[in-house]
């Protein structure tokens, strides 16, 4: 099994950025496709961002393109998402997923579910 673990979530004011990032322990994450997810309060899980295993293929949700970047870092084991630019709309708990295959995850509704998740970080933007 792999255990994910996010991190770099917080408090930031409309504007601003934040990166997150999911360390992986229990397997290599270059095993597995990655991917971002987040979930507000009162409603659905939306896929935010996918990764493919060597790095060069990305997918984003609409809502989030041309602002948040994922990348990955296979000798750290460690998926990143860069978030810029951030509304109060942005605000929500993000996840960390790994899978096999990811095309679909950001797609409303998505396609396809990943193998694993982390427990989740808070990004709040407010002013």
């Known amino acids: 099994d792999v255990q994910l673990v996010e991190s770099g979530g917080g408090f930031v004011q409309p504007g601003g950025s934040l990166r997150l990032a999911c360390n992986a322990s229990?397997?290599?994450?270059?095993?597995?496709?990655m991917g971002w997810f987040r979930q507000a309060p009162g409603k659905e899980r939306e896929g935010l961002a996918s990764?493919?295993?060597?790095?060069?293929?990305?997918n984003y949700a609409d809502s989030v393109k041309g602002r948040f970047t994922i990348s990955r870092d296979n000798g750290q084991n460690t998926v990143y998402l860069q978030m810029t630019n951030l509304t109060p709309e942005d605000t929500a708990m993000y996840y960390c997923a790994a899978g096999t295959f990811c095309t679909g995850w950001i797609r409303s509704p998505p396609i396809g579910r990943p193998l694993y998740w982390g427990q989740g970080t808070q990004v709040t933007v407010s002013t």
């Open positions: 229990g397997d290599f994450i270059r095993n597995y496709c």
């Open positions: 990764i493919y295993t060597g790095g060069g293929y990305t």
